[in-house]
């Protein structure tokens, strides 16, 4: 009999909200099988216990597993899901039966299929769908297995690739309807499944609709490989989902704040079952069908379902119990997705227009940094890690990571390093660009990062074949890709060859692959001026006229470059290199540039520059005469011959009144002089208070509107604010106990950077205020989730509450706070 006609899924899954089943585990052991039965004929003399094997009962007791299925069908569920969640081979390892699991998944999907179609032929009125289970299996491609070890892996991504594409084949071949993988608690074990199922259907020329289900496992909100949610759903929304939730981990009510948070990120159908509330003591889940279902119940009200159904310690009654709870109720309707750029590592970084340039650290880059190279080939990876650290410490957003250097194995390398790397939450927070002339690094590297990589980079130097297939491997992994201006005729330098190969790249890319445009960065080679050769005096100005034509043809792609090979003219004379980039950025960012690669830790601010050298550097960077090159390699001569700095724009700030010192160290990010400078002002403007209210707040506002206006960039600001750590730091002790007045009497307030930022400045400054005008503070950190701000509120009995984080990105998390 063929199966019954039936709307697709997807469609469904806009119609109504469908209800899935609940724990399997649970009902077969309630059937008190025996080693017999797990083991039928087939697995008689199989040499390893076989009990607690549920999976292969598909082989040896489908009568059980039926029985399973029609419980739940009887339920009213829409969707059962195959009894195959350790049916990997990585999973079945520990019972010797790797070999079985093509075999175990196909009978798996049978099994669901006969009886979904049992009853969609009973209740046509009701079509009865297969959920093909694909489960995490118990080894993390990005966690170490053992503490003393991180950069040991248990499993590699092509071995979970190739288990997952045979587990599918399986479900396929038995008549599943969907793919879902599921608990993932590790992002990159679900990439390698999105992987393995996008190498099947291809190959099959067919597909299935795939949904993936996470698993928030910690109290602040994160997947157990340490990602947000945010982070989470960018590392996975490159594969076309049919839909994505949480499962397991937590109850109904635990997770809620963190689906409503994927929920307003994700334009597709939203999937949950929890578990039947959160374990006692016992490891039992008490949590009753009447509640669970009111708590789900409320979820489909809110609109924020699509799917629902029941995790660990579920019975077919809380699935009858939910199925009546979301009866009748719409199903979410998902937002239209908002194309912006979106990169990931533990956290997302994500490109609003209203973002200044992004900065991208340039060295950890065996080519770009002598003290890097030196510490990778001599096997000296925790020194390479701190020039990581620095980087992310300096304010660079994402990191360039270069191993392309003879003598290493850049595969090796790459692998050692990212590995070692994703064990340091303060560095593996940030995205990865993966920067190497050999394809077969940049997969290395794409293959041991969790999140959402930038490829660094593609060309059409090889032809359009190579350059297709390599983007559709980055595709396939997830990352977004870095198309420089480079095709089989070369290196473009005029300005027409850099657009005309940029568009060739577009129209592949875009047009025939359906990349999606955000995902597109384009790289116009930024190239060394005055050099000496008047062909190279154009470069700069080239680059600039090409960007801002780009952009103006392709407003939704990004820009980037690498900044540093402006200057390379000029090495060992940085004070002239630093010149030539702040120049160069102040014009590229009004262009259009997007990203930038620089060194995070030496960014000048252009309006800071010394004038003769600002207009020097100028010249050359805008070609505005023909002597340009001449007169800056001359002044830079000048320079070396002075074996100094040039002075800069203000040489001698220390002679200013202190308030304008003050004014000048926040915005050049000078913290030498910054507490005897505070000291100074604190004794001229009689208090504390007067010191932050006057210079500081000036101060900052300063720095405000050069970041506004595109004349400082993050790092810059990073320094601006340890300088004004440092200041309000030494005037917290000055604080009279007078200031503070009766602690108690006007009231109490609680202060909390929100969750998903850790900026803390404004709220750290406004509790010293406060603090001094009697107030009760009560300050909750950074990173604060919305449990803890509700306990302390009701805790410290506060009648205030302020929160703080930097506006557009801690928004949502702000109004979901209030
Ligand atoms: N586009 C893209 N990727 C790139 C580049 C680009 N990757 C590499 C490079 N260009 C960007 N990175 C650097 C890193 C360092 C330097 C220049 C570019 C640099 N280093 C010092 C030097 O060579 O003088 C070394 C200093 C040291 O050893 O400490 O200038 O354009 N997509």
New binding site residues.
């Given amino acids: 009999m063929s199966a019954p006609a039936r709307p697709p899924l997807t469609e469904l899954l806009r119609r109504r909200i469908l209800v899935l089943d609940g724990a399997t585990g649970t009902l077969i052991q309630a059937r008190g099988l025996d080693e017999a039965d797990y083991r039928g004929e087939a697995f008689r003399d199989h040499p390893r216990e076989l009990r607690g094997n549920h999976d292969l009962l598909c082989l040896t007791r489908p009568d059980v597993v039926a029985e399973v299925h029609r419980r739940y069908l009887e339920a009213g569920a829409d969707l059962i899901e195959t009894n195959t969640f350790s049916a990997t081979r990585i999973s079945q390892a520990d019972y010797g039966l790797e070999d079985h699991c093509y075999a175990i998944n196909r009978a798996a999907a049978e099994i669901a299929r006969r009886e979904a179609d049992a009853w969609t032929a009973r209740d046509p009125e009701r079509p009865r769908y297969v959920a093909g289970s694909l489960g995490p299996t118990n080894r993390s491609a990005s966690l170490s297995p053992v503490v003393e070890d991180p950069g040991r892996r248990a499993v590699e991504f092509d071995q979970l690739a190739d288990a997952y594409e045979e587990a599918a084949r399986g479900l396929m071949d038995g008549g599943a309807d969907l793919l879902l993988i599921e608990t993932v608690f590790d992002t990159l074990n679900c990439k390698a499944a999105l992987y393995g199922i996008a190498r099947l259907f291809a190959a099959r020329g067919d597909s299935l609709p795939v949904a993936v289900s996470g698993t928030i496992t910690d109290a602040s909100g994160r997947t157990l490989s340490g990602q947000t949610v945010e982070a989470f759903w960018t590392s996975i929304h490159h594969f076309p989902l049919a839909a994505v939730g949480f499962n397991c981990a937590l109850g109904a009510a635990e997770l809620r704040p963190h689906l409503e948070e994927l929920a307003a990120l994700a334009p597709i159908p939203i999937l949950c079952y929890p578990n039947a509330g959160l374990p006692d003591e016992f490891g039992e889940y008490r949590q009753g069908p009447e509640e669970m279902a009111r708590l789900v119940g409320a979820f489909a009200a809110d609109g924020l379902v699509n799917l629902v159904g029941g995790c660990c310690g579920t019975t077919p009654e809380h699935v009858a119990a939910l199925a009546a709870a979301v009866a009748g109720r719409p199903p979410r309707t998902p937002p239209p997705p908002d194309g912006l750029p979106r990169f990931s590592g533990l956290e997302a970084c994500v490109v609003r227009p209203d973002s200044n340039l992004v900065n991208i650290g ?2 950890t ?1 065996v ?7 030196r510490l990778i080939l001599s096997g000296d990876y925790a020194g390479a890690l701190a020039v990581a650290r620095e980087q992310v410490e300096n304010g660079a957003q994402i990191l ?1 990571v ?1 191993m392309d250097e003879g003598m290493l194995d850049g595969v090796e390398a790459m692998r050692r390093f990212l590995r070692l790397l994703a064990a340091e939450p303060e560095i593996a927070r940030v995205p990865l ?1 993966i ?1 190497s002339s050999d394809w077969a690094v940049i997969v290395a590297g794409l293959k041991n990062a969790q999140g959402k990589c930038l490829v ?2 593609l060309s059409l130097k090889d032809g359009e074949e190579a350059f297709r297939r390599r983007a559709l491997e980055a595709r396939r992994l997830g990352a977004a890709v ?1 198309v ?1 201006a480079f095709d089989e005729q070369g290196q473009a330098d005029r300005a027409e060859r850099r657009l005309e190969i940029a568009e060739r790249a577009w129209r592949i890319l875009v047009e025939e692959l359906s990349f999606p445009p955000q995902d597109v ?1 384009f ?1 116009l ?2 190239l060394a001026v005055a050099t000496g050769i008047p062909e190279h005096d154009r470069y700069a100005l080239d680059f600039l006229q090409a960007l801002a034509e780009l952009k103006r043809r392709h407003p939704d792609c990004l820009a ?6 402006l ?2 003219a000029f ?2 004379l940085d004070a002239v ?1 630093e010149a030539l980039h702040a120049v160069f950025l102040y014009h590229a960012v009004a262009a259009g540039l997007d990203l930038a ?1 620089v ?1 995070a830790g030496q960014l000048a601010v252009y309006d800071d520059l010394e004038p003769e050298l600002r207009e020097a550097a100028e010249d050359v960077v805008l070609a505005r005469r023909p002597d340009a090159a001449e007169r800056l390699t001359e002044l830079a001569g000048r320079l070396r011959a002075a074996g100094s700095r040039p002075p800069a724009a203000t040489p001698d700030w220390r002679r200013l009144p202190v308030t304008e010192r003050l004014v000048h160290a926040l915005v050049h990010g000078l913290d030498q002089h910054v507490e005897e400078d505070v000291a100074e002002a604190m004794a001229e403007l009689g208090s504390p208070l007067a010191v932050i209210e006057g210079p500081l707040m000036a101060g900052m506002d300063r720095v405000g509107e050069l970041f506004g206006s595109g004349r400082m960039f993050l790092p810059q600001v990073v320094k601006s604010a340890r300088v004004m750590k440092k200041a309000v730091a030494w005037l917290e002790p000055h604080f009279a106990a007078g200031d503070r007045g009766n602690a108690a009497a006007r009231g109490t307030i609680v202060l909390a950077t929100v969750k998903g930022d850790v900026h803390d400045i404004g709220k750290n400054i406004v509790g010293v205020v406060l603090g001094c005008n009697g107030y009760r503070v009560v300050d909750l950190g950074v990173m604060t989730p919305l449990p803890r701000i509700l306990a302390a509120l009701r805790e410290e009995r506060a009648d205030l509450l302020g929160l703080s984080g930097l506006i557009t990105p801690s928004l949502e998390e702000m109004r979901l706070v209030a």
Avoid at 367 to 373: E, H, K, P
Avoid at 560 to 565: E, M, T
């Fill in positions: 340039e060295r880059n080519t770009g940094s002598r003290r890097f190279a360039d270069c660009m920067d660094n980079s870095v420089m960065v790289d080679n930024v980037s470059g690498g900044i540093s090979n200057s390379f090495r060992g290199r690669i060194n």
